[in-house]
């Protein structure tokens, strides 16, 4: 490090991060001026009170005596808050978004600029995908606390896919840029991403397994159980807001007629349950299905 001279005045430019934390005591905004008191490693420290009138500061330092080298000083004030990730993930700040959607309307539309990530934190997300023959499949039914939209981060360029909502849903938008130094910077954001990607990924090797083993009844069985998130929350039977046999059919992978066929037999056998409203009631015996004896 450069030497200091008597009354150079220094600014600590590389702490980008507020607050700036010293012995407990919290400070904004620090200009330091930096003296010797003719003792080796004894260094006189200024530091004006800051006037930021939304957060201010209504402790000081003044000409107090630091009794340790200048790096180590430094790197006490590069102490950053701790990172909370309920609150990056549902508060708006630079780079972050909260956005509402209603009920069918397009989040965004396959073909267009992927510039940003998605958070679910409330309602349902359908994704789906057309061929250039106008064939429409979907390929996900995503949930509060799902992510969506992140090939961005790996140069995708144009969306692979639309997202359309299912419900009226709320979602946080990250663009592509805070995202990427998110991963990069907390390491307790990146470990709970990298997680929630290799566990879709497990999901998507269970689904290509399931569509090319299973019968198409086995197929729904299976799909209307993820959707009610069997054995998650220990609840026998659960409802969910009833879905198109349009949209089952694509999931499933056959035709509407056949998924008409199997939901009226599940339902005279006591598996599914239609109530007010057109919520859908799963109940776990629907597993017979999907695990025959």
């Known amino acids: 490090m450069a030497e200091t001279r008597r009354g150079e005045r220094l600014s600590v430019d590389s702490v980008d991060t507020l607050p700036l934390r010293f012995r407990g005591r919290v400070f904004y905004d620090l200009t330091i001026t930096w003296r010797w008191t003719g003792k080796c490693n004894e260094l006189r420290m200024d530091a004006p009170r800051s006037e930021r009138s939304e957060r201010r500061c209504d402790c000081g330092l003044d000409n107090l005596q630091v009794n340790f080298g200048l790096p180590a000083f430094v790197a006490g004030f590069k102490e950053r808050r701790k990172f909370d990730l309920q609150t ?24 267009k600029s992927s510039d940003a990530v998605f958070y679910i934190q409330k309602g349902r997300i359908k994704l789906s995908v057309v061929s250039k023959g106008g064939k429409e499949a979907t390929v996900g039914i995503l949930n509060e606390g799902d992510f969506f939209g992140e090939g961005c981060l790996t140069g995708q360029p144009l969306r692979m896919c639309s997202a359309t909502a299912m419900t009226d849903c709320t979602a946080m938008r990250i663009d592509k840029k805070s995202m990427i130094e998110v ?61 198109s046999q349009e949209t089952l059919a694509e999931m499933v992978g056959t035709t509407r007629g056949r998924v008409n066929l199997f939901m009226n037999r599940f339902r005279k056998l006591g598996l599914i349950d239609y109530r007010v409203g057109d919520a859908l009631q799963i109940h776990s015996s629907l597993l017979n299905i999907v695990l025959p004896d």
Not at 201 to 211: G, M, S, T
């Open 88 to 111: 990056f993930l549902w508060t708006v700040n630079v780079g972050r978004t909260i956005a509402v959607f209603s009920k069918k309307q397009t989040i965004f539309s396959q073909g």
């Open 183 to 243: 991963i990069h910077r907390e390491r307790a954001f990146s470990d709970m991403f990298v997680a929630y990607l290799l566990k879709r990924n497990i999901r998507h090797e269970a689904d290509l397994v399931d569509q090319l083993f299973n019968s198409s009844e086995q197929r729904l069985a299976r799909i209307l159980l993820l959707l009610a998130h069997f054995g998650n929350d220990g609840k026998p039977e659960v409802e969910i807001p009833n879905i």
